[in-house]
């Protein structure tokens, strides 16, 4: 008969006792794995977000090409205000077009600095782009648009109102809900943002 061969021992090295193991939960995949869901969800805010700019940046282009002289008609405004959060503010640029017999349209552009809010961004500057339409025959509007920079992009919308203060300055009181994605922690960010400013039509 043959002989019986016994199994050898394992030997374990010295630099191998000493090498951390990893825990069972991680082997075979990374110490860090991204949600495929949540990636794709940004994807989708950051395409949506995009194609928002373009169509209201066209949408702005034809509007002030469908007026003569935009200056005499008193259709440009620009304003500034505080966003009643510590250490935000806003400036913007706007542009209003009445169609007779319909309601009065805008787009307006908006640089927002970020205040104490941001706990998981740096705080800085974000850019808004919204269109509006406004309730025939009162200052009421309803905006619709697209917000990006420092680190997020998404969308906004929202609603407000003008108060006339004579025949070139009006105050606006709006509320404004953004949704975005934050690059930094690739999660989505929700927030209430209640402003009012003074603006000057020229």
Request: net charge neutral; glycine share 14%; proline share 6%.
């Given at each position: 008969?043959?002989?019986?061969?016994?199994?050898?021992?394992?030997?374990t090295?010295?630099?191998?006792?000493?090498?951390?193991?990893?825990?069972?939960?991680?082997?075979?995949?990374?110490?860090?794995?991204?949600?495929?869901?949540?990636?794709?969800?940004?994807?989708?805010?950051?395409?949506?977000?995009?194609?928002?700019?373009?169509?209201?940046?066209?949408?702005?282009?034809?509007?002030?090409?469908?007026?003569?002289?935009?200056?005499?008609?008193?259709?440009?405004?620009?304003?500034?205000?505080?966003?009643?959060?510590?250490?935000?503010?806003?400036?913007?640029?706007?542009?209003?077009?009445?169609?007779?017999?319909?309601?009065?349209?805008?787009?307006?552009?908006?640089l927002?600095?970020?205040?104490?809010?941001?706990?998981?961004?740096?705080?800085?500057?974000?850019?808004?782009?919204?269109?509006?339409v406004?309730?025939?025959?009162?200052?009421?509007?309803?905006?619709?648009?697209?917000?990006?920079?420092?680190?997020?992009?998404?969308?906004?919308?929202?609603?407000?109102?003008?108060?006339?203060?004579?025949?070139?300055?009006?105050?606006?009181?709006?509320?404004?809900?953004?949704?975005?994605?934050?690059?930094?922690t690739?999660?989505?960010?929700?927030?209430?943002?209640?402003?009012?400013?003074?603006?000057?039509?020229?």
């Amino acid at each position: 008969m043959g002989r019986l061969i016994e199994p050898v021992p394992k030997v374990t090295l010295p630099f191998e006792a000493s090498r951390p193991r990893m825990p069972a939960a991680l082997r075979g995949c990374g110490h860090q794995q991204n949600d495929p869901a949540q990636e794709a969800l940004g994807l989708i805010m950051q395409t949506i977000a995009s194609k928002a700019c373009r169509w209201l940046s066209v949408a702005g282009i034809l509007l002030a090409a469908s007026l003569g002289s935009v200056a005499q008609a008193r259709n440009l405004n620009v304003g500034a205000g505080y966003n009643f959060i510590p250490g935000s503010a806003y400036v913007s640029l706007g542009y209003r077009h009445t169609v007779p017999g319909l309601t009065t349209f805008g787009l307006d552009a908006f640089l927002i600095t970020t205040g104490k809010e941001e706990r998981a961004v740096r705080p800085g500057p974000e850019f808004s782009l919204d269109g509006l339409v406004y309730l025939p025959g009162y200052p009421l509007f309803a905006k619709f648009g697209a917000v990006a920079g420092w680190g997020k992009y998404g969308l906004d919308g929202g609603f407000g109102v003008d108060l006339p203060l004579g025949s070139s300055w009006f105050v606006r009181l709006q509320d404004t809900y953004f949704t975005a994605t934050e690059d930094r922690t690739g999660g989505m960010e929700s927030e209430n943002l209640i402003s009012a400013g003074l603006h000057y039509r020229f």
